[in-house]
């Protein structure tokens, strides 16, 4: 009987994507979830965006486009950069994809092959470790918990490298745990990686936007590793656009290169019109990502005060994002009618079918104890949600 590939098999399916589609389920059995599993904004694309997509459409912008994009969006993006974080690229080593999550992979299998070792701070985003998988590469996963806010330190760092190491995924502000690492703590990582010339550095950047102590700091902007990081970004958190599909990198421009090549072989350009829409975003007015940035940092005190009045939960004060991640490993162990809570995957099931609140175990992020509500939904939703899963861990024994 045919069978799918070794490679295939090896993949787990995205407990992310598995969650809102279970809640989505029960929703259309007439129950009342509340979803806050999904990693996207609630508001709608601002206005200007589409506009411009409506005009690229009636310009007919329907056309292949280059490999990497037009180069119109390349130039912009590099604007971009110089603009809000002082880095200089050209738009040569500039690559856009069909979202940033294409953007990472497309490095990660131009750069890891068998054998070779990638660096993952866990918590981690869940596909970060399916990739390194894909490319045939070992996970080296450094953990940093609750009490470290989330942030692996120089001296983990170090201690995780070896002969094999070929690259360290790195996300600021993080996804699932909201944390930013200041210039000084990035200053601290390229200190270390600076001993290791072997080393490529993947940040992932793309909440930069929704960050709420002030300006977004890249690992890029150390002039001793610069020339082995490649920043990923994109349009889909900044500025409402998931669907939109559109990411990007700026990269050393070998890598660049390698990511055309590969990318030329299997989607080619990302689609056209989310390629002017993207356009209009880095070259129009800022003025609607402050406004949402200032709605997420209003959710997010909200949650962390919801949060910390559930007995039993450890909440840290995330700065970045619209995610909060709080240790729930008072609550591993416990049962529901005979039903045992082995970990926070079974706990977020628990919180989905007996609380109608749809959340992610930290299981799949690499914390077992922790569990990621995200934020982004309306105030009246998040007090709603936080009162059905205090009811609701009230109940296990």
Known sequence: MPQVSERLAALSPSETLAMSQKSDELKAQGIDVINLSVGEPDFFTPDLIKAAAKKAIDENFSFYSPVPGY????????????????????????????GAKQAVCNVLLSIVGAGDEVIVPAPYWVSYVEMVKLAEGTNVIVTAGIDQNFK?????????????????????????????????ELQGLAEILAKYPNITVISDEIYEHIN???????????????????????????????????????????????????????????????????????????????????????????????????????????????????????????????????????????????????????????????????????DEQLIEAMERVKAALARLD
């Not at 604007?79 to 500039?94: C, H, T, V």
């Not at 970004?233 to 998931?242: D, I, L, P, Q, R």
């Open 152 to 184: 692996i330190t120089p001296q983990q760092l170090e201690a995780a490298i070896t002969s094999k190491t070929k690259a360290l995924i790195l996300c600021s502000p993080s996804n699932p745990s909201g944390s930013v690492y200041s210039h000084d």
């Open 71 to 98: 180069l119109s969006l390349r130039k912009a993006i590099a604007n971009k950069l110089k603009r809000d974080n002082g880095l200089d690229y050209s738009p040569a080593q500039i690559v856009c994809s069909n």
């Open 212 to 378: 709420y102590i002030g300006k977004h700091a890249s690992i890029a902007q150390f002039e001793a590793i610069r020339d082995r990081v490649v920043i990923v970004n994109g349009v889909s958190k900044a500025y409402a656009m998931t669907g939109w599909r559109l990411g990007w990198i700026a990269a050393p421009q070998w890598i660049a290169a390698a990511c055309i090549k590969l990318q030329g072989q299997y989607t080619s350009g990302p689609n056209s019109i989310a390629q002017k829409a993207a356009e209009a975003a880095y070259t129009g007015s800022q003025e609607c990502v402050e406004t949402m940035r200032q709605a997420f940092e209003r959710r997010r005190n909200l949650m962390i005060d919801l949060a910390s009045g559930i007995p039993g939960l450890k909440v840290n004060h995330p700065e970045g994002a619209f995610y909060l991640f709080p240790d729930c490993s008072a609550y591993i162990g416990r049962s529901y009618k005979g039903k045992r809570i082995e970990h926070s995957a079974d706990l977020a099931m628990y919180l989905l079918e007996e609380g109608h609140v749809a959340a992610v175990g930290g299981l799949a992020f690499g914390a077992p104890d922790c569990i990621r509500f995200s934020y982004a939904a309306a």
